[in-house]
């Protein structure tokens, strides 16, 4: 049986090792996004603390993909990307699905007011990729 040590040390490795999860931003933005990908992987490994490894597979298999899409999602969108209204739409969607994948009933989504103020294109203004995945990272109470 994997020890919990090994999940949560597999888990960062699967976020740390795919670059191209981060291209599409500047140096600071990166690290930003990339700190809160690897804090929550070992959140999602801490999930499976107790479980045998079939289990904790189940679990961490479609939680760490969630992470990675969600950091592709959020790189993009900091960078600019999902500039009209229904793409922003398909984004909110987008990231509400994988917050539930990856904190299954620990996870709460945040109201449709404050994604809406998020994403509207007025709350971008003045502000770089990094303040945005700020943002995005105190809006969902995620940090890293």
Same mark, same amino acid.
Request: charged share 25%; proline share 3%.
């Given at each position: 049986?994997?020890?919990?040590?090994?999940?949560?040390?597999?888990?960062?490795?699967?976020?740390?090792? &795919?670059?191209?999860?981060?291209?599409?931003?500047?140096? =600071?933005?990166?690290?930003?996004?990339? &700190?809160? +990908?690897?804090?929550?992987?070992?959140?999602?490994?801490?999930?499976?603390?107790?479980?045998?490894?079939?289990?904790?597979?189940?679990?961490?298999?479609? +939680?760490?993909?969630?992470?990675?899409?969600?950091?592709?999602?959020? +790189? &993009?969108?900091?960078?600019?990307?999902?500039? =009209?209204?229904?793409?922003?739409?398909?984004?909110?969607?987008?990231?509400?699905?994988?917050?539930?994948?990856?904190?299954?009933?620990?996870?709460?989504?945040?109201?449709?007011?404050?994604?809406?103020?998020?994403?509207?294109?007025?709350?971008?203004?003045?502000? &770089?990729?990094?303040?945005?995945?700020?943002?995005?990272?105190?809006?969902?109470?995620?940090?890293?």
């Amino acid at each position: 049986m994997t020890d919990l040590i090994t999940r949560i040390q597999n888990a960062k490795k699967e976020i740390t090792g &795919n670059e191209a999860l981060l291209d599409m931003l500047d140096a =600071d933005a990166a690290v930003e996004l990339l &700190n809160w +990908g690897v804090a929550v992987a070992e959140r999602v490994a801490m999930r499976t603390d107790g479980m045998d490894d079939s289990a904790a597979e189940a679990v961490l298999a479609p +939680g760490v993909k969630a992470v990675r899409q969600s950091m592709r999602s959020i +790189g &993009n969108w900091a960078a600019g990307k999902y500039s =009209d209204p229904e793409a922003r739409g398909q984004l909110r969607e987008k990231l509400s699905e994988q917050i539930i994948v990856i904190f299954g009933s620990d996870g709460t989504l945040p109201s449709e007011a404050d994604w809406n103020a998020l994403l509207h294109p007025a709350a971008e203004a003045g502000n &770089n990729p990094q303040m945005l995945i700020s943002k995005f990272k105190e809006l969902t109470a995620i940090t890293g």
